[in-house]
């Protein structure tokens, strides 16, 4: 697998380098310092090609003139991640049919940004981890706990019996705004043209809605999520007394 693009390459040699098996360098790019240094700690090779070699391997000119050479995506352990959940009253962020590989990267970027305590997503129906979701991401896959289930309901029914309360973003629900949130929580978020299965709904606690005061009536699901992220994480400072956000 190919993670490219400056920001992601560090975010990768920051967070595992230990996943990284080689890194190409154009001759032509000039690397951020953080970067240099970075890569003046790495224990594998680092190799200076011509431009050319660096697009044929990635396929696209979008690579800023670094590519590193990875093992596969490894994801976490659903127990340490609800056992996180729990202990920090926290929140975890659940994608149904999210296949968009740019969606999912912006969710899982946010989730990093906005202080989830880690991404799910169904083995079936949902975008694979690609260069392209890795990209969109901006290097926010090395640093959150991902994992992968094989049923999502399944897997929403047995959190609840940890007190983690379920809650569904779907249009027809109450306001965001409006709702209350107990935590630990799961926030559940659906693509823009299939939306949440059903099932997970029955399943839910709460369907919450963010309200619409334009000409177009929804938001891509990376949006949603972004949204939403953010008003729950203040909601639940606000009651900690707590200041959640920092410039």
Same mark, same amino acid.
Request: aromatic share 10%; net charge positive; charged share 20%.
């Given at each position: 697998m190919y993670v490219y693009g400056k920001n992601q390459v560090v975010e990768l040699l920051k967070s595992t380098p230990q996943r990284v098996e080689k890194v190409f $360098?154009? /001759?032509k790019t000039h690397l951020p310092l953080e970067l240099l240094r970075l890569l003046e700690t790495l224990n594998t090779p680092v190799i200076h090609v011509d431009n050319e070699k660096i697009e044929r391997m990635v396929g696209n000119d979008r690579h800023q003139g670094v590519v590193a050479v990875v093992r596969e995506m490894e994801f976490s352990s659903l127990a340490e991640v609800v056992d996180k959940t729990v202990t920090k009253r926290g929140i975890l962020l659940v994608c149904d049919? $999210?296949?968009?590989?740019q969606n999912l990267g912006n969710i899982i970027r946010s989730c990093d940004a906005?202080?989830?305590?880690g991404v799910v997503i169904p083995a079936m129906k949902a975008a694979g981890f690609?260069?392209?979701v890795i990209k969109a991401s901006a290097g926010a896959v090395f640093n959150i706990h991902i994992c992968v289930v094989e049923n999502?309901?399944?897997?929403? /029914?047995e959190i609840k019996k940890r007190d983690i309360w379920v809650y569904v973003l779907e249009r027809g629900g109450k306001c $965001? =705004?409006?709702?209350? =949130?107990?935590f630990p929580m799961a926030l559940v978020v659906g693509s823009e043209d299939e939306g949440v299965g059903e099932g997970i709904k029955k399943t839910s606690d709460e369907i919450v809605s963010i309200p619409m005061?334009?000409? $177009?009536n929804s938001l891509n699901a990376a949006s949603s999520a972004a949204i939403a992220l953010s008003w729950i994480l203040y909601i639940k400072g606000a009651d900690n007394g707590e200041k959640v956000f920092h410039s």
């Open positions: $360098i154009s /001759r049919h $999210i296949k968009d590989p906005l202080g989830a305590t690609t260069e392209a999502l309901a399944s897997f929403l /029914r $965001i =705004y409006d709702a209350v =949130y107990n005061v334009g000409k $177009i």
